[in-house]
């Protein structure tokens, strides 16, 4: 029987060879970008979910609130994890672990100079707790014993390979690796590098205990001051079976202010702490991954999800449509069978077999496909995302699952519909007529609204998404922002001599026009906060204050528009400082004017407000303007930022690289352990909204199959429409209707659906994208009229070239071949 049902299934396709190639388009332009989009979620969604208990595990992390303003903070205080592993109960086990950023490691090499390696994240100290937490296979020595002792390292098996690579993992033990120059540790032991989809990504992992035999360790842990919180800091706690986290949160609070009671003029000021699933880490981007590394964004994972969904109901909805859309060229077949002896059941099963054959030439199509897509998406898809369906065995059970679903719901009701003819009707040429053929006309109606609105929306979407970042690349940010690089020096060995032989050597430079040397440029990812005082007599206001540090250059190289007093000289000190408009607002002056010499306490210290510049954006345009101070900071402190200011460049010259080869032959001669790495100012604002173009760019694929697969869908419909009509056709054009009446009178009725789908999409695409997208600006750009307008006018344009194609090709057909077409 299953033969026989396949054997008709090719024989219809065979029939009706362009509504089954249009059918199989369809849906394998929606099964592709499900297939994709599943790889691109599951990927994200499967970070860290290999440990066991990994419900249970929980990272400690830190709430900040100024005077209003909100911190956050992926680290807690040095001595916390020893107090919560003393006094706090339902914990059942807990990890401390302090990363240790730019951590140089160094292999003794007998009398040879010794192997240097430089190292971004990847150095953590860590004990047996830790690995008690996560999951690691040791291929030499034993959480138990490795990292007992201090000057003790683990190494990941990639690390070892990397540092020895000619010995064996236990050949290993009892070699020395010297971090910083001065930290000298032995392997004692080698754990496999992670293989599943983890961001615990540390490949040293330093003995805990190694931090009270250091004091350069017990300066950055800080092991016993509860008052400073450091995000390289971080503790992972692993809850009691039947523990609730609110309840442990309430006794680690209770516990910080026991050791560290409120003091008064912390009032206006809190530290909370909170527990972070381990679920949460890879997506929260307030705290951060374990090494600070990239988080995935749920919001556009779950967006990701419904784009697929989209796209196969719009493939379904076409199947749907085409195949009630030739019922009456089946029922005549429907009719004999039934009056054969063919069952309701057998009938369904028939056409339920097609379904699927259709379904899996589109999956075929699909797994040839899904390769070539990911190449599209990837320079901002991870390099693990691979399409291996046979070493993926999940993937397999999702294409499995997706062919059974897809071909369920694309056969399901034209199966029941087909199925359901009565045989006396179909020979009596009946079956189409009245409260029948009444409902299948409106169920194709809605069913081609529907995929109108669906893409429509997609083109709203894509074209607002587009006009933000615009918006945001093209705005006033309040400085400037082009022919600007930063080089930032680095921090350790780096002496006050150092960097003023690199500023001159800069300054000769004919290329450069202006240099300054301080931290952070007006606008960056980064933030530099504390707590001010002001008192006016009356009140006290309390406030929290970003702070940049520059010298004399840094307003002018920037910029940056001054509203009134002065700017920086080399003659100030940190105790005086520029602030911004804001700021001014909130101590409550009326002009900027008003606020010069006032003196604000920072730190117990009075400083003085010297100048007032206007506003600027100190982040994307998704962070509101802060109150902001611009200090003076000579270069002897810890300024390692040098921002340079290049000359105009002339048409098609070569000023600009003549000018970074000479940055690069200066450092090296400077700094010849470390690479020379520059950037652009105007390309480090554009990547704030990296994720609204990678955003964007989703979109304009999403939108472009969704207008293929209904125009695809459009096109079959007109087809049949005018193969019905053919007759009526032949005869009007006898009666003189001329071409221009016909194609009009051919696609009318469908025109009024793609016109009724954009008075539908337009309010709720104007609600949709006001609350999903718009709201997560504090600066965004307007959702005008002609966003709809083009949107509206597009489809339209689009539908109407594609009916054209048939709707024309019959206008202007023979009548006579037309009325001997029965």
């Known amino acids: 029987m299953i033969r026989n049902y396949f054997k008709i299934a090719f024989r219809s396709f065979k029939k009706h060879k362009l509504f089954t190639f249009i059918n199989v388009i369809g849906l394998s332009i929606g099964i592709s970008a499900?297939?994709?989009?599943?790889?691109?979620?599951?990927?994200?969604?499967?970070?860290?979910?290999?440990?066991?208990?990994?419900?249970?595990?929980?990272?400690?992390?830190?709430?900040?609130?100024?005077?209003?303003?909100?911190?956050?903070?992926?680290?807690?205080?040095?001595?916390?994890?020893?107090?919560?592993?003393?006094?706090?109960?339902?914990?059942?086990?807990?990890?401390?672990?302090?990363?240790?950023?730019?951590?140089?490691?160094?292999?003794?090499?007998?009398?040879?100079?010794?192997?240097?390696?430089?190292?971004?994240?990847?150095?953590?100290?860590?004990?047996?707790?830790?690995?008690?937490?996560?999951?690691?296979?040791?291929?030499?020595?034993?959480?138990?014993?490795?990292?007992?002792?201090?000057?003790?390292?683990?190494?990941?098996?990639?690390?070892?390979?990397?540092?020895?690579?000619?010995?064996?993992?236990?050949?290993?033990?009892?070699?020395?690796?010297?971090?910083?120059?001065?930290?000298?540790?032995?392997?004692?032991?080698?754990?496999?590098?992670?293989?599943?989809?983890?961001?615990?990504?540390?490949?040293?992992?330093?003995?805990?205990?190694?931090?009270?035999?250091?004091?350069?360790?017990?300066?950055?842990?800080?092991?016993?001051?509860?008052?400073?919180?450091?995000?390289?800091?971080?503790?992972?706690?692993?809850?009691?079976?039947?523990?609730?986290?609110?309840?442990?949160?309430?006794?680690?609070?209770?516990?910080?202010?026991?050791?560290?009671?409120?003091?008064?003029?912390?009032?206006?000021?809190?530290?909370?702490?909170?527990?972070?699933?381990?679920?949460?880490?890879?997506?929260n981007s307030k705290y951060g991954s374990f090494d600070s590394g990239s988080v995935a964004n749920k919001s556009t994972l779950y967006g990701l999800l419904f784009i697929a969904a989209f796209l196969l109901i719009l493939g379904c909805i076409n199947f749907i449509n085409l195949t009630t859309a030739q019922a009456s060229q089946r029922a005549k077949e429907i009719g004999i069978r039934k009056t054969m002896g063919s069952s309701r059941g057998q009938l369904i099963g028939q056409f339920l077999s097609e379904t699927f054959l259709v379904t899996l030439f589109a999956v075929i199509i699909s797994i040839v496909l899904a390769p070539f897509i990911l190449k599209l998406f990837s320079d901002f898809i991870s390099k693990n995302i691979r399409f291996d369906p046979l070493g993926h065995p999940v993937l397999m059970v999702f294409i499995l699952g997706l062919t059974v679903l897809v071909s369920f719901i694309a056969g399901f009701y034209p199966s029941m519909v087909l199925s359901n003819f009565q045989p006396v009707q179909v020979l009596k040429n009946q079956a189409f007529s009245g409260s029948s053929k009444t409902r299948s006309t409106m169920l194709r109606k809605s069913l081609t609204v529907t995929q109108f609105i669906i893409a429509q929306f997609f083109i709203i979407a894509t074209i607002l998404v587009s006009k933000q970042i615009y918006y945001a690349l093209h705005k006033d940010l309040g400085f400037k922002k082009d022919a600007i690089l930063y080089v930032t020096t680095p921090y350790k060995n780096n002496t006050a001599s150092k960097k003023q032989v690199f500023l001159a050597e800069l300054k000769a430079l004919p290329q450069i026009e202006l240099i300054s040397i301080g931290n952070a440029p007006p606008s960056s990812g980064g933030t530099n906060s504390t707590t001010v005082t002001y008192k006016d007599g009356k009140k006290e206001i309390k406030t929290d204050l970003e702070i940049k540090f520059g010298d004399e250059n840094y307003i002018k190289l920037y910029k940056i528009k001054m509203l009134a007093g002065r700017d920086l000289t080399a003659s100030d000190t940190s105790g005086q400082m520029v602030i911004n408009n804001t700021f001014v607002k909130a101590l409550g002056f009326k002009t900027p004017q008003q606020a010069i010499g006032k003196l604000i306490d920072r730190s117990d210290k009075p400083r003085e407000v010297i100048g007032v510049v206007a506003d600027f954006y100190q982040k994307s345009l998704r962070a509101p303007i802060r109150p902001l101070a611009i200090v003076y900071h000579p270069v002897k402190y810890n300024n390692n930022t040098f921002h340079i200011a290049l000359k105009p460049q002339t048409a098609g010259g070569n000023e600009w690289k003549a000018a970074i080869a000479g940055m690069e032959k200066t450092w090296k001669q400077l700094y010849p352990d470390n690479d020379f790495q520059y950037q652009f100012y105007d390309e480090s604002i554009a990547r704030f909204y990296e994720s609204e173009r990678h955003t964007s760019k989703l979109l304009s694929w999403a939108t472009g199959l969704a207008i293929l697969i209904s125009c695809l869908g459009l096109l079959g419909l007109a087809m049949y429409t005018t193969g019905l009509r053919t007759k009526e056709i032949g005869v009007r054009k006898v009666l003189g209707a001329t071409v221009t009446q016909i194609v009009t009178l051919l696609s009318k009725e469908l025109i009024l659906l793609v016109l009724l789908a954009f008075v539908i999409v337009t309010p709720l695409s104007w609600w949709a994208l006001q609350k999903l997208f718009l709201q997560n600006f504090a600066d965004k750009t307007s959702l005008s009229w002609w966003v709809f307008a083009l949107s509206g006018t597009g489809m339209l344009a689009v539908a109407l070239i594609t009916l054209s194609f048939q709707t024309i090709k019959a206008a202007i057909a023979n009548p006579v071949k037309s009325l001997r077409s029965e």
């Open 34 to 283: 499900a297939v994709v989009i599943f790889l691109i979620v599951n990927y994200d969604f499967s970070f860290d979910k290999f440990h066991k208990d990994s419900d249970r595990i929980y990272r400690v992390v830190t709430d900040f609130s100024f005077a209003g303003n909100s911190g956050y903070n992926c680290g807690v205080t040095g001595p916390m994890p020893e107090a919560v592993r003393n006094e706090v109960t339902g914990v059942e086990s807990s990890a401390p672990f302090f990363t240790l950023y730019d951590f140089s490691a160094s292999i003794p090499d007998g009398s040879k100079s010794p192997k240097k390696f430089n190292h971004e994240q990847s150095s953590v100290l860590a004990d047996g707790r830790y690995f008690n937490m996560f999951q690691y296979k040791w291929l030499v020595g034993s959480a138990s014993t490795a990292l007992n002792g201090p000057y003790q390292v683990v190494l990941t098996s990639e690390q070892a390979k990397n540092y020895f690579p000619s010995l064996s993992y236990q050949q290993m033990l009892g070699k020395e690796i010297i971090f910083e120059d001065t930290l000298r540790t032995t392997v004692t032991g080698v754990v496999e590098t992670l293989k599943q989809n983890s961001d615990l990504t540390f490949k040293d992992f330093i003995s805990y205990s190694t931090i009270k035999s250091s004091h350069s360790l017990q300066d950055q842990v800080q092991p016993t001051e509860w008052g400073s919180t450091t995000s390289a800091s971080q503790f992972i706690v692993k809850l009691s079976s039947g523990s609730v986290a609110a309840n442990i949160e309430k006794q680690i609070n209770a516990l910080y202010k026991k050791h560290n009671p409120p003091k008064p003029e912390d009032k206006g000021s809190t530290t909370e702490y909170r527990l972070q699933p381990l679920s949460d880490l890879h997506f």
